[in-house]
C-alpha cells in the first residue's frame, strides 16, 4: 500500500510529467488543462483528450503578481504564474467551469495574452433549478460540439457513456477509501488521502484506477494502532490542494483527520454521473444534485423562510455526525470570497449546535507554521 | 524546602521576554523576566535560577515545570508543553474568576480570548502573519521617534491633534513616521495615532470572538502596562478593562497552575 500512496505523492510532486510523456508516445494526442472545480472531465476523455487539472504549484510566486491583482486567490495567481514561467507550453488548450469571478476574470486575461488553441469556458447557472436546466444542457451540447470541432472528430454517446463508467469506478474507489478512513482512523493519512485524489486528475483515469484497484486490496491487510487522537472533518473551499505540510502538523498534533470537502477530496467523488440514458440529462443531473457549494445556490436558499438557511452548514454537521467526529477543522483560503460568505452562516449553526470548530487562515507560501502549530495546540486543549 | 511538594512553575517564552513564576500553595513564591534572545535554554535556566533564588529554592523542590510561549519546545526540563493560549487563560481564571474576556498583547502576538466562567477556553482569535496590533508595533515606532517604548503611551496622551496612521503594517507604519516627523508633526500626535491604529486592531480581534455583550475585558502581556492602551480600549469598546498587577507574568502564572494538575 505505502508504495502505491508513494506512487501517487510523486505523481503530485511532478504534476505533468505522466501527461507530457503520454501525449509524446504517441502523434497527435491531446491534453487540456482544466480550471478546478467541476470542470465534466468525462467529456474530454470521451473526446480522446486526455484532462488534466491546473492547481499552479508551490513555488513563490515571482512573474504572476504583476498581472493580477494581489487580493486574487493563491489558486489564481499561481496558475496564472506557472503559465508564465513555461509550465503550460505541452497543453493544447484550457477548459474551466465558471465558478467564480476571479476565475472568470484570469482566464479572460489569460486568453487575451496567452491565447491557447482551445479555450473553453463553460458557464453553469449560480441558481441551481430545473428554471435553469435548458441553458445548463445548452452548455453542455456546446463543450461537446466545441471539442468535435477541435478533434476533428465526432463525441459518440457510447464514447460518452464509456467515460462516465470509467469515472464512476475512479470516484466508486476513493469514496470506499474514504469510508474505510473514516472506520479506520489512521489507517490513512489525511495528506496521503488528498495526493490519491489530486493525482487521479493527472494521469489517465484508467491508470489511476488500475492502481487504486490494487490499493483497496492490499487495505485489509494493513495494521493500524488505536487511534488515540481526536476526530475531526476537515473542510473548507480550497480550489487547490492543501498543503501535506499542513494537514500533517493538524493530524501530528493529536487530530485524526477522517473526512473531508476538498475539491481533492470528498466534494470531487462524492457523486456520480448516471452512466444510462442521455448523457447531457445525466450530465444536468449530476450538477443539479452536486453536494453543496459556496459557489451556487440551490433554490431552498432561495425559500424565504429563513435568512440563515446554509446547505452547506447541513453537510458538514452531516459529515461530522457520520464520522462521530469531535469537531470540524475549517481551512479558509486568503481571498476566496464565495466561502468568506458562506463561513459566516456556517460559523453560527456551528455555535448554535455547539460543535467546537478551528477556523484556519490559510495562504500557501505565506504565514507562519508555528503559528498554526500553536492555534491547533490550543483547540486541541479546548477538546 | 518549602510548599511541601506543591511547589510548579509556569515558563513562558515569548518572542521578546521570558517568564519564569513560582508558585506554591499559598500563591506567588517568586518570578523573573528578562530578554529571550537567541538562547532559549539559557534565558529559561536563567529565569527560573533567579526565581529559585529569590524564594530560596532549589530545582529539586519543584514538583512540576510547564513551558508556554513561542519557545516552550525547547525547555528541557519541563514536564509538559501548553499553549500560551489556555495557560492565559489559567492565570487570568485565577486572578480574576468571573473573567470571561482576555485580551493579551505581547511582543509579535495579540490575542483575543472568550472564556467559561471556569476558565476554559471557548473562542480565540490570533493576529494573522503582522506584527501591527503588537508591542513590536509600539517598539519600532517608539525607536523610531526617539521615545522610550514605556514612556510612549504617556507622551501619547499629550497630543493635540489628531491624525491618522495607517493599521495595516508596521513596516510600512514605519515609513509614514518618518514622514510625519519629516512634516514636523508633534511626536506627541504621532504617538496617539500609533496608539489609536493599535487599539482599532485589537477592537476587531475582540469582535472575532464575540464577547458576551457587557464582558469586562482583562489586559495582560507586556503592553498592558501601557496605559494609553488602557484607555484607548476602554473608549473603543465601551467596556471596562482590568489591568493586573504584573501583567507580563500571567501567562507563566497560568503555566504554573496547570502543572499542578500535572503532577
Known sequence: ?????????????????????????????????????????????????????????????????????????????????????????????????????????????????????????????????NTNRPFLTSELKRLISHLESFTGTEITIEAIRNSIGIYNESRYMMRKLNDIRRERPGIISASDMVCTVTSSMLIPREEHNQLLRELLSRIDNVLTPEDQRFKMVIIGHLCDAPDEGLLNLIENEGLSLIDDDFITGG????????????????????????????????????????DKYSPYADYTIDMLKKGQAAGIVILRAMYCDPFDMEFVLLRERLKEENIPFLALFIEKGSGSMEAVRTRVQAFVETL | MRGDGMITAGIDVGSTTTKAVLLGKDGIYSYSVQATGIDIPEATEQVLGESLAQAN???????????????????????????????NAAGVHHLF???????????????????????????????????????????????????????????????????????????????????????????????????????????????????????????????????????????????????????????????????????
Open chain 1, 1 to 129: 500500500m505505502e508504495k502505491i500512496l508513494d506512487k501517487f505523492k510523486e505523481f503530485c510532486m511532478q504534476p505533468y510529467d505522466r501527461a507530457v510523456e503520454w501525449k509524446d508516445a504517441e502523434p497527435n494526442r491531446k491534453v487540456i488543462g482544466c480550471i478546478p472545480m467541476y470542470f465534466p472531465e468525462e467529456i474530454l476523455h470521451a473526446a480522446g483528450v486526455l484532462p488534466v487539472t491546473l492547481y499552479g504549484s508551490d513555488e513563490p510566486i515571482t512573474m504572476g503578481e504583476h498581472h493580477l491583482m494581489n487580493n486574487a486567490c493563491h489558486q489564481v495567481r499561481s496558475t496564472f504564474d506557472s503559465l508564465l514561467k513555461g509550465k503550460y507550453d505541452f497543453l493544447d488548450g484550457v477548459a474551466a467551469l465558471h465558478v467564480c469571478d476571479q476565475v472568470r476574470f484570469f482566464l479572460e486575461v489569460w486568453q487575451l495574452d496567452h491565447p491557447f488553441p482551445f479555450f473553453h469556458e463553460m458557464w453553469r447557472p449560480y441558481r441551481l433549478d
Open chain 1, 267 to 306: 466534494r470531487y467523488y462524492a457523486v456520480d454521473v448516471n452512466p444510462d440514458g442521455d448523457p447531457i440529462e445525466s450530465f444536468a443531473d449530476y450538477y443539479m444534485n452536486m453536494i453543496p457549494c459556496t459557489t451556487y445556490h440551490y433554490v431552498d436558499c432561495w425559500r424565504g423562510d429563513s
Open chain 2, 57 to 87: 529554592l532549589s530545582f529539586e523542590d519543584i514538583a512540576g515545570i510547564v513551558s508556554t510561549g513561542y519557545g516552550r519546545i525547547s525547555i528541557p526540563f519541563s514536564s509538559q508543553t501548553i499553549t500560551e493560549i489556555t495557560c
Open chain 2, 97 to 263: 474568576p468571573n473573567a470571561t474576556l482576555v485580551v493579551d498583547i505581547g511582543g509579535q502576538d495579540s490575542k483575543a480570548i472568550k472564556m467559561d466562567k471556569k476558565g476554559r477556553v471557548r473562542q480565540f482569535a490570533m493576529n494573522d502573519k503582522c506584527a501591527a496590533g503588537t508591542g513590536k508595533f509600539l517598539e519600532v515606532a517608539a525607536q523610531t521617534l526617539r521615545v522610550d517604548v514605556e514612556e510612549l503611551g504617556k507622551t501619547s496622551l499629550e497630543s493635540k491633534n489628531k491624525i491618522t496612521i495607517s493599521n495595516t503594517c508596521t513596516v510600512f507604519a514605519q515609513s509614514e513616521i518618518v514622514s510625519l516627523i519629516a512634516r514636523k508633526t508633534e511626536k506627541e500626535d504621532i504617538a496617539a495615532a500609533l496608539h489609536e491604529s493599535i487599539g482599532s486592531r485589537i477592537y476587531g480581534l475582540i469582535n472575532s470572538v464575540y464577547p458576551e455583550p457587557k464582558a469586562e475585558i482583562v489586559l495582560t502581556g507586556g503592553v498592558a502596562r501601557n496605559i494609553a492602551i488602557v484607555k484607548l480600549l476602554e473608549r473603543m469598546t465601551g467596556r471596562m478593562v482590568m489591568v493586573p498587577e504584573n501583567p507580563q507574568i500571567v501567562t507563566a502564572l497560568g503555566a504554573a497552575i496547570l502543572a499542578r494538575k500535572v503532577n
